[in-house]
């Protein structure tokens, strides 16, 4: 089985601390609240990959292009150059009640072009889909959550990996309980106010294929001019 490195490996403890990186045709899922680093957690993973020569499409609910570069470059994770040259593509997708946003994620496009596929704001774009917001709430929300992830079963199944994040408030528990069994690689995220420190962590719910070792719980700061720093380590 063959595993995409998030790299840096002289830089930060990141690719260490989840076994040396995601195996391919993996569906990794990273849930947690506002505030928990869902965003900075995927772009830290985003910038690595692609320092390793990776191609990588990353769709936001969040932020223009001109934003995202911004945020990047406040984190010393510059990606101009990778924008530039195409190993990096990055769509904003605004969220419209009046539009499929999910048949327009998953259809072909230069997203899917890319070795690993990130939505960053995956249960935003569930909610504020015309379809699938009208059944949440009915008791079904769980099979059109099922209809949803078997259509990443092509690009899963062509060695994809595609990573999702979601904050369970913007969902119902009964549509999250398909992502959460469909993932190979699952990490809830955390966060406590402790004196003026905020500490995050993540729960490693599930990793399946691990290439060595990988953490139950990976303890990380965001800091400013630096990126993403693990702070602590807890491996079973």
């Not at 076994?19 to 569906?27: D, M, N, T, Y």
């Not at 190993?87 to 899917?112: K, M």
């Not at 959460?180 to 420190?197: H, I, K």
């Not at 290439?211 to 990380?220: Q, R």
């Amino acid at each position: 089985m063959n595993h995409l490195s998030v790299g840096l490996e002289a830089r930060d403890r990141v690719d260490r601390a989840i076994g040396g990186g995601f195996p391919e045709g993996s569906l990794v899922l990273i849930e947690g609240g506002t505030g928990a680093g869902k965003s900075t957690l995927t772009q830290r993973f985003v910038y690595g990959l692609c320092a390793e020569g990776t191609t990588v499409g990353l769709a936001s609910t969040q932020l223009s292009t001109a934003a995202f570069v911004d945020q990047m470059h406040s984190l010393s994770y510059g990606v101009v150059d990778q924008l530039l040259d195409g190993r990096l593509r990055y769509f904003h997708v605004p969220t419209d009640r009046d539009r499929s946003l999910l048949d327009r994620l998953v259809e072909p496009s230069g997203l899917w072009d890319a070795r690993v596929v990130a939505v960053d704001g995956f249960g935003t774009l569930c909610r504020n889909d015309r379809q699938f917001s009208d059944v949440l709430g009915s008791g079904d929300e769980d099979r059109a959550m099922e209809r949803i992830v078997t259509r990443l079963d092509a690009a899963l199944a062509a060695g994809k990996v595609v990573l999702l994040t979601v904050d369970p408030a913007a969902l119902t528990e009964r549509s999250l309980r398909p992502l959460r069994s469909a993932a190979d690689v699952y990490l809830e995220l955390q966060s406590e106010a402790v004196g003026n420190n905020i500490r995050k962590k993540a729960l490693v719910r599930r990793f399946a294929g691990m290439k060595s070792p990988v953490d139950d719980t990976i303890g990380f700061s965001v800091q400013q001019g630096r990126g993403l720093v693990i702070e602590s380590r807890t491996i079973a």
